[in-house]
């Protein structure tokens, strides 16, 4: 984890410095003018990402280019904060790599296989899509509650 936090910064100041996120930015919005269709570029890009890595390499490696392109586009951060942490609990029990469902198998012992874990672990992860649905539909359920607190 180290390893990969360390060249997540380096790659951040890299792209600090030749302007990267930026350009990006502006190739995507030159794309769509759809905010949603960005954030669910960017729901794909975490689930990919979700399958190999840890949440903390992901978010490192891909902030420094979606947080640009998502203030650009003039999208809540809180919003957005909210569905890339969703996002990041999906990678957390999607197979290969599954770190939760490793945590589960480390609890029960060695008498239970893994496929048995990860079958047991598929109707959380359908009840993750469907609360993704729903965030992803009725945005202001995710801004609810904070607006109360700029009042």
């Given at each position: 984890i180290l390893l990969i936090a360390v060249g997540a910064t380096l790659l951040t100041q890299f792209l600090a410095l030749t302007g990267m996120p930026q350009?990006?930015?502006?190739?995507?919005?030159?794309?769509?003018?759809?905010?949603?269709?960005?954030?669910?570029?960017?729901?794909?890009?975490?689930?990919?990402?979700?399958?190999?890595?840890?949440p903390l390499g992901v978010?490192?490696?891909?902030?420094?280019?979606?947080?640009?392109?998502?203030?650009?586009?003039?999208?809540?951060?809180?919003?957005?904060?909210?569905?890339?942490?969703?996002?990041?609990?999906?990678?957390l029990l999607t197979p290969p790599i599954g770190l939760n469902v490793f945590i589960i198998?480390?609890?029960v012992g060695p008498d239970i296989p893994m496929g048995t874990i990860f079958r047991g672990v598929g109707w959380f992860l359908l009840a993750e899509v469907f609360i993704m649905a729903a965030l992803l539909i009725w945005p202001p359920i995710i801004t609810w509650l904070p607006s109360l607190m700029a009042r």
């Open positions: 350009y990006l930015a502006g190739a995507l919005a030159s794309l769509t003018d759809s905010p949603m269709v960005i954030v669910l570029i960017a729901c794909l890009i975490y689930l990919i990402l979700g399958c190999f890595l840890d978010l490192l490696l891909t902030l420094p280019v979606l947080l640009p392109i998502f203030h650009r586009m003039g999208i809540d951060g809180i919003w957005v904060g909210v569905i890339l942490v969703k996002m990041l609990e999906i990678g198998k480390s609890a």
